[in-house]
């Protein structure tokens, strides 16, 4: 996987297309900042209320982020139909930016429950298709979480789901066993 700079405050570099060769730097506003601060308020009483608000924020902050940078028509999945002219991204692309996104919850505060984790990558010797994932770790439980926003459109709530599920190929669609 790329490694793309770290974070400094409210300053990010995020990807802005396939396997994250290009980036582009991207500053929270403080209309931004109050808005993220504002889906954790009151702050979360349990560590499966803060993972429903972590899904709702990323999503958030995709939007923030996505006209300054290009990518607030990033569609589902891999969709090639609409490239070679947009921002259209893939889940590396995904995975590092929301990583970026969960970095700045965490330096922010916004996180009680849980911690930035490193990101995955599931396939190559499961037989799945290789894809990638952002994850936080459940601070009391240590217990992992696929926070997954390739899925859906840019601005829709990212899946987070038990590493175990998501290392077994499993899609948001798919009921939960």
Not at 97 to 117: C, I, K, P, V
Request: aromatic share 8%.
């Amino acid at each position: 996987m790329k490694d793309i700079p770290i974070a400094r405050g409210h300053e990010l570099t995020l990807c802005i297309d396939f396997g994250c060769t290009k980036n582009k730097g991207y500053t929270f506003t403080a209309i931004d900042l109050q808005n993220i601060r504002a889906t954790f308020q009151p702050p979360a009483e349990t560590p499966l209320d803060e993972r429903k608000r972590i899904s709702q924020v990323i999503g958030l902050m995709e939007q923030q982020a996505g006209a300054a940078i290009g990518t607030l028509h990033d569609q589902p999945e891999n969709n090639f139909s609409v490239l070679p002219n947009t921002h259209q991204i893939d889940c590396v692309a995904e995975s590092l930016n929301t990583t970026q996104y969960l970095l700045l919850l965490e330096r922010e505060q916004l996180l009680r429950f849980h911690r930035t984790g490193s990101n995955i990558h599931r396939g190559l010797f499961t037989l799945n298709i290789p894809h990638n994932s952002a994850t936080i770790i459940d601070v009391n439980s240590e217990q992992a979480f696929a926070v997954d926003s390739w899925f859906g459109h840019n601005g829709d709530p990212a899946w987070v789901t038990p590493i175990e599920r998501w290392l077994t190929g499993a899609s948001p669609e798919q009921p939960h066993q």
